[in-house]
T-cell receptor, first 110, second 118 residues
Framework: KNEVEQSPQNLTAQEGEFITINCSYS?????LHWLQQHPGGGIVSLFM???GKKKHGRLIATINIQEKHSSLHITASHPRDSAVYIC????????????FGQGTRLTINP | DTGVSQNPRHKITKRGQNVTFRCDPI?????LYWYRQTLGQGPEFLTY????????KSRLLSDRFSAERPKGSFSTLEIQRTEQGDSAMYLC????????????????FGPGTRLLVL
């Protein structure tokens, strides 16, 4: 079992829909990251979390440390949101490296 | 452009050949990371430098892999005697040592080098 599990692996929705991507992890962490990867490989950091909730534009990230679970929400989704969304954790044990989930491929149709 | 750059962006090689990739981190970022990403999977950690010191290596990094950061600036990742299983995207990231509020730092990723071993 991977240390970081994401669901769903693939998600297709219509423009305007509310999107939720989930991430569960099994190790103690010092931080959790949500990343966005577009075709071609470039990765952009969206959020870093250690507790609570963060919002940036139409993106909202939440984390529940006790349940070892985080969610990424996209409100009023748009075709340009289509990308792979990756959850990554910085474990307490390996403080400098990130451990990644397998990613969720999101496709928003117009 | 002041982001992380990687060269080449694409590399096709024959099995058994050696390849070398270069990563130029954001200026003054002390930490540099190499990750490998295979199709449909998330990235996997390979190794990490603080300045010129290689402080951590994954068990994924076999004897055929070597990484250097001789002057604490750019880094190279060499794969000797490439195998078809080495085909992947090789990602580099850098981060500063100064911790941001909250106690950790953001890693800034390069565009990656996509390797295909025939």
């Amino acid at each position: 079992k991977n240390e970081v599990e994401q669901s769903p692996q693939n998600l297709t929705a219509q423009e305007g829909e509310f999107i939720t991507i989930n991430c569960s992890y099994s190790v103690g962490i010092s931080a959790l990251h949500w990343l966005q990867q577009h075709p071609g490989g470039g990765i952009v950091s969206l959020f870093m979390l250690s507790s609570g909730k963060k919002k940036h534009g139409r993106l909202i990230a939440t984390i529940n440390i006790q349940e070892k679970h985080s969610s990424l929400h996209i409100t009023a989704s748009h075709p340009r949101d289509s990308a792979v969304y990756i959850c990554a954790v910085r474990s307490v044990q390996g403080a400098q490296k990130l451990v990644f989930g397998q990613g969720t491929r999101l496709t928003i149709n117009p | 452009d002041t982001g992380v750059s990687q060269n080449p962006r694409h590399k096709i090689t024959k099995r058994g050949q050696n390849v070398t990739f270069r990563c130029d981190p954001i200026s003054e970022h002390n930490r540099l990371y190499w990750y490998r990403q295979t199709l449909g999977q998330g990235p996997e950690f390979l190794t990490y430098f603080q300045n010129e010191a290689q402080l951590e290596k994954s068990r994924l990094l076999s004897d055929r892999f070597s990484a250097e950061r001789p002057k604490g600036s750019f880094s190279t990742l060499e794969i000797q005697r490439t195998e078809q299983g080495d085909s992947a995207m090789y990602l580099c990231a850098s981060s500063p040592t100064l911790r941001l509020a909250g106690g950790w730092e953001t890693q800034y990723f390069g565009p990656g080098t996509r390797l295909l071993v025939l």
